[in-house]
C-alpha cells in the first residue's frame, strides 16, 4: 500500500532522513520507533505533502505521491493525525470532525455515517460535541484529532505519537482505538514512544535513528530483539 | 432628544462603514498573518470605482457598488497572486512592506486617472426622512441597512459555509487545515477577494456623504487600524463590536464635546481598552 524508497528529507540546513526505505502493506498497522529526533514526525510530514523531500520516493495506493499537494494525498486515501494534535481549538468537537471529512464533503450520506462512526468509536466526544475542542482534555484532544482523521475516510491512517503526554488509562483507550480502527481493514503506521504497547498491537515495525532506519521486521521478532529491548522496552 | 436619536442613527452609519472596511482588513490579518497597510488606499480605490460606475458609466447605485466590489475582489486575487504569493516564505516584515509600496503605488494611480483634486458623488437617494420625530438623510438609512445586510451576509458565509470555515480553519491552525485537504493558496486569494470587496463596498456606501480625493484612505486607515486592535486582531465579531464603540464615541464625542474630541475619542477609547485587556476585547495571544 506504502512504498517509501531511499528517501532523505531535510530543513533547509542538510538532511535529517537519510536514504529511507519503509514499506507498509495494506490493513496492517505498521510501529515506527525511535528516540526523540529520530525523525518519525519528518518521515509522516514529508508522506502526507506537508514538507518536500530532497531525494527519493513515496507510492501510495499504486500512485507516485512524492510531489503530491497534501489535499491530493488526502483525497487518494491517506490521512495524518499529526503529532501536537493541531486541532482548530476555537472551534467544536463536531465542526473539526466536520472538516476532517473537507475532501469528502460532497457525499453528505457518506459524512453522516463517518461521524457516527467517529462518536461510536469515541462515545466520550459525543457529549462534548458542541464545546470548542481547545477546551477538552488532552485525552479527549487526542480523540479529536484522531476522529477528524478518520473522517477522510481514509484507507491508511498515520498516527504520530498519540499517546503523548496522555495518563496510562486514557493511553489504554487510545490503543484499542487504534486496534478497532486496524481491525476494520484501515491500515495504520504508527510512531510511539511507548514500544512495549505499540509491539503488542504492531504487525511489523521500523527503528529510526538518527534519520536512518536501522532495524526492521515483524513486530515480535523486534520485542523480542536484544537492541530494541535494551533501547526501548528498558529490559 | 431627537439631536441623540439623529447622532445615534449617524453613529450606525459611521459603524457600518467601519465594520465592513474592519472586518476585510481582520480577515486578511487571520488568514496570512500581517496588516494590509495598503487598506485605506483601496478603501479610496473602491471609492472611485465606484463613482466612475454611477457617474461614467450610469448604472444605478446598488449596481456600481456590487460591480465595484467585483472588481475589488479580482484585484485582491491579482494582488494576492502578484505580490504576496511570491513572498510566502518571507518573513511578515517583507508583506508589510510590500503592503506599503502597494498603498503608493495605488495612490499614484488614481491621482493619474481621476486626478488630485476632490471629486463629489451625488446620493441618488438625497432625501430625508423622519424617523422618531429626527430628521434623517435617507443616504445615512440606506448605509445602515446595506451594511447590516452585507455582515449578515458575511457571517453566515464564515460561519455557515465550508469556504468560510476553512478560511477559519487556516487562521486556527495552518497544519491542521492543510491535513484535512483545505489549499492554502485557495484560501488566501479567496480572503483578499472577500476583504478587497468589503472595503470596496464601504467606500461605495460613504462616497455620496463624503467627498472622493486621494487621502480619503489615511484618516480612514488609522481608525480601521485602531477597531481591529480594539477588538482583538483576527477577530470577526472583535471587528463588529470595535468598529459600531469606536463610530459611537467618535459621533457622540464630536457632537456632545467637540469636533476635535471626536477623533481623540477613538484613541481615548482604544487606550483605556488596551490597558484593561492588552489583546483586545475579543483577542487571543496569537505568536508567530
Ligand atoms: N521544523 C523544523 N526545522 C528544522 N529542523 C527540524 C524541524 N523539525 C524537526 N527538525 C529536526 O529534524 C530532526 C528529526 O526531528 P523529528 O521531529 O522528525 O523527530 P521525531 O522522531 O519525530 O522526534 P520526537 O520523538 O521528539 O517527536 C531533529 O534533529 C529535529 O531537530
Ligand atoms: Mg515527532
Known amino acids: ?202 504487525t511489523s515495525g521500523y527503528v529510526l535513528a538518527e534519520g536512518r532506519v536501522v532495524l526492521s521486521g515483524a513486530a515480535a521478532d523486534l520485542a523480542d530483539n536484544p537492541a530494541v529491548q535494551q533501547a526501548y522496552l528498558g529490559v | 432628544m431627537t439631536l441623540f436619536i439623529q447622532q445615534l442613527i449617524n453613529g450606525l452609519a459611521l459603524g457600518g462603514i467601519y465594520c465592513l472596511a474592519a472586518i476585510g482588513l481582520t480577515l486578511v490579518f487571520g488568514v496570512l498573518g500581517f496588516p494590509n497597510l495598503a487598506h485605506g488606499a483601496l478603501f479610496m480605490v473602491g471609492g472611485y470605482v465606484t463613482y466612475t460606475l454611477l457617474v461614467d458609466v450610469g448604472l444605478p447605485y446598488v449596481v456600481a457598488i456590487v460591480c465595484a466590489a467585483l472588481i475589488l475582489a479580482v484585484i485582491g486575487v491579482v494582488f494576492e497572486r502578484l505580490i504576496f504569493h511570491p513572498l510566502r516564505h518571507a518573513p511578515h516584515t517583507h508583506h508589510m512592506i510590500a503592503t506599503v509600496g502597494v498603498m503608493f503605488f495605488l495612490i499614484s494611480l488614481v491621482q493619474e486617472i481621476w486626478g488630485t483634486g476632490f471629486l463629489r458623488m451625488e446620493s441618488p437617494f438625497d432625501g430625508r426622512m423622519t424617523v422618531a420625530g429626527a430628521q434623517i438623510s435617507t443616504q445615512r438609512i440606506i448605509i445602515v441597512i446595506t451594511a447590516m445586510v452585507v455582515l449578515i451576509a458575511l457571517t453566515l458565509f464564515l460561519k455557515r459555509s465550508v469556504h468560510g470555515q476553512s478560511i477559519e480553519a487556516i487562521e486556527q491552525d495552518r497544519t491542521g487545515a492543510a491535513l484535512v485537504g483545505i489549499n492554502a493558496n485557495v484560501v488566501s486569494m479567496m480572503t483578499f477577494a472577500v476583504s478587497f470587496a468589503l472595503v470596496a463596498i464601504s467606500a461605495g456606501l460613504v462616497a455620496p456623504i463624503q467627498l472622493l480625493s486621494p487621502g480619503m484612505g489615511e484618516s480612514l486607515s488609522l481608525i480601521v487600524f485602531a477597531i481591529i486592535i480594539l477588538g482583538g486582531l483576527g477577530s470577526l465579531p472583535g471587528a463588529i463590536i470595535g468598529g459600531f464603540f469606536i463610530a459611537m464615541a467618535e459621533v457622540m464625542a464630536s457632537t456632545y464635546i467637540s469636533v476635535g474630541a471626536g477623533q481623540a475619542a477613538v484613541f481615548i477609547v482604544l487606550m483605556a481598552v488596551l490597558a484593561i485587556k492588552p489583546t483586545g476585547i475579543f483577542g487571543t495571544v496569537v505568536q508567530r
Open chain 1, 1 to 202: 500500500m506504502m512504498t517509501i524508497s531511499d528517501l532523505s528529507v531535510g530543513y533547509g540546513a542538510g538532511d535529517v532522513l537519510h536514504s529511507v526505505d519503509i514499506t507498509a502493506a495494506a490493513g496492517e498497522l505498521t510501529v515506527i520507533l525511535g528516540a526523540n529526533g529520530s525523525g518519525k514526525s519528518t518521515l509522516f510530514r514529508t508522506v502526507s505533502g506537508l514538507i518536500r523531500s530532497s531525494s527519493g520516493r513515496v507510492e501510495f495506493d499504486g500512485e507516485d505521491v512524492t510531489r503530491s499537494r497534501s489535499a491530493a494525498i488526502v483525497r487518494r486515501g491517506l490521512a495524518h493525525c499529526p503529532e501536537g494534535r493541531h486541532l482548530f481549538p476555537r472551534m467544536s468537537v463536531e465542526k473539526n470532525l466536520m472538516l476532517g471529512a473537507y475532501v469528502g464533503r460532497r457525499d453528505r450520506a457518506r459524512v453522516r455515517t463517518l461521524l457516527e462512526r467517529t462518536y461510536e468509536l469515541f462515545p466520550a466526544l459525543q457529549d462534548k460535541s458542541h464545546q470548542s475542542a481547545g477546551s477538552l482534555s488532552g485525552g479527549q484532544q487526542q480523540m479529536v484529532a484522531i476522529g477528524r482523521a478518520l473522517m477522510s475516510d481514509p484507507k491508511m491512517l498515520i498516527l504520530d505519537e498519540p499517546s503523548m503526554g496522555l495518563a496510562p488509562l486514557i493511553t489504554q483507550q487510545v490503543f484499542d482505538a487504534i486496534v478497532g480502527i486496524n481491525q476494520e481493514g484501515i491500515g495504520v503506521m504508527l510512531a510511539e514512544q511507548n514500544a512495549r504497547s505499540a509491539l503488542k498491537i504492531a
